[in-house]
């Protein structure tokens, strides 16, 4: 058995992380989870957060506004809108997912509302991580 | 006849031109590396969304509650092109290229009988468009502020596109533009946006079953328009590597025909001193005969 897996976080502009690790962390839409090696072929949908990769000791953390996971036995591959380390997030970054997150609320027709609400949440879960 | 004033003036002149073609020759080289390297970072990301989709797609395609961007609007009335060109002059037949294929097929929408609307990308197609076609132009996007074309670009005009697709504004949605193939190559390239096309045969190496939260309809509604934002933000890169390529090549011949328009002038401006020179011979040694 494997017992690292390969880890790509991709944005559409860049390729921010290509490495081995030992587990992913990822903000799934219904909830966080952790992938391990050998995860059945899994596909989800981010909400913004942290995502956190764990090879051997070392953690690195990486802040996504929202794309999609796709989890296969052999690897993680990780689609964000958006990615930075989570050391440059930037108060000005939150300010405009949150501007954003507002807007797309006030707009949000009633079936859409709990989600948009959520997103508005995790945007200000995200505030606190800077 | 020019005078020898005159055609050390036009050398001069035309010397300087070459200057200016050559330097712009080498600008356009440094930006093409880099538009290039922008283009090869977003493939990744593109490629991978590209397959997820089509799993996704095959599974969904068939069932009546299959999204719009998808299925379609179930009409092929109004179609809109999405004209992707450059904000600067000066690249050969780039912007030219594009516009005579959207013309194209434009024409052929319009002898079938369909409607057609036109949003231009970048300054230069615009003008093209603009002298026949100024009545089907619904919108401009203007990039002539950015420096670098980012996902938050594409994305913008992919919210724009959306909200008139979801307005029932149009059926369907195809985008023209150059493709890089290599320096001196761009390909004029139209590709259908709306509805979702997919290549058969991309997923047939990788239809592992995946399990998906929250389900698949959900996941597809949440990645198509994604799906779309990256399909224009690619052709954009491509444009802005093929703009550069073909501005490469262009000024190349530039500096090329100046300098073989120096070497001319050059000839004709020693053969007429040298003559100059033996017509003052002959009328000096005709003026000492006559003594």
Redesign the interface.
Same mark, same amino acid.
């Given at each position: 058995m494997a017992d690292t897996m390969q880890f790509?976080l991709? #944005?559409?502009?860049?390729?921010l992380a290509s490495l081995q690790v030992d587990q992913v962390q990822i903000p @799934?839409?219904?909830g966080d989870l952790t992938a391990l090696p050998n995860h059945?072929?899994?596909?989800?949908?981010l909400r913004p957060g942290i995502v956190s990769a764990k090879s051997g000791s070392e953690v690195t953390e990486y802040v996504v506004t929202g @794309?999609?996971a796709?989890i296969?036995p052999a690897g993680v #591959?990780v689609?964000a809108?958006?990615a930075v380390l989570r050391g440059d997030l930037s108060t000005e970054m939150v300010d405009r997912l949150a501007g954003e997150a507002d807007t797309a609320l006030a707009a949000a027709a009633e079936e859409t509302r709990m989600a948009a609400s959520q997103r508005v949440r995790d945007v200000a879960e995200l505030r606190k991580s800077i | 006849m020019p005078s020898l004033k005159d055609l050390k003036l036009r050398i001069e002149s035309v010397k300087s031109t070459r200057k200016i073609t050559k330097a712009m020759q080498m600008v356009a080289a440094a930006k093409l590396r880099r538009a290039q390297e922008a283009a090869e970072n977003a493939r990744p990301y593109a490629d991978q969304m590209q397959v997820v989709l089509t799993n996704l797609a095959q599974g969904v395609a068939n069932s009546p509650s299959a999204p719009k961007l998808l299925s379609g609007t179930g009409k092929d009335e109004t179609h809109l092109l999405v004209v992707a060109t450059s904000e600067r002059g000066l690249c050969g037949g780039f912007n030219s290229s594009i516009v005579r294929l959207a013309r194209a097929h434009m024409s052929r929408l319009l002898a079938d009988g369909k409607k057609v609307k036109i949003l231009t990308v970048g300054k230069k197609g615009r003008e093209q468009l603009r002298r026949d076609s100024s009545n089907l132009l619904i919108g401009h996007v203007d990039m002539s502020e950015v420096k670098r074309v980012g996902y938050a670009n594409a994305s913008a005009i992919t919210k724009d596109i959306l909200r008139q697709y979801a307005a029932g504004e149009f059926d369907v949605c195809t985008i023209f533009y150059n493709r890089f193939e290599n320096v001196v190559t761009q390909v004029p390239t139209q590709k259908q946006l709306i509805p979702a096309t997919f290549e058969a045969g991309d997923a047939g190496a990788d239809s592992t079953h995946y399990e998906y939260e929250p389900d698949e309809g959900a996941i597809l509604a949440d990645l198509l328009p994604r799906g779309v934002a990256i399909q224009i933000f690619t052709a954009l890169l491509e444009n802005g590597a093929s703009e550069q390529g073909a501005r490469m090549s262009a000024m190349d011949n530039a500096t090329r025909n100046a300098g073989e328009m120096i070497d001319r002038l050059t000839i004709q401006y020693n053969r007429s001193r040298q003559a100059a020179i033996t017509t003052e011979l002959i009328e000096i040694i005709a003026g000492a005969e006559a003594l």
């Open positions: 790509d991709v #944005s559409p502009e860049r390729k @799934g839409m219904e059945a072929p899994f596909l989800t949908t @794309g999609f796709e296969t #591959s689609l809108e958006e | -």
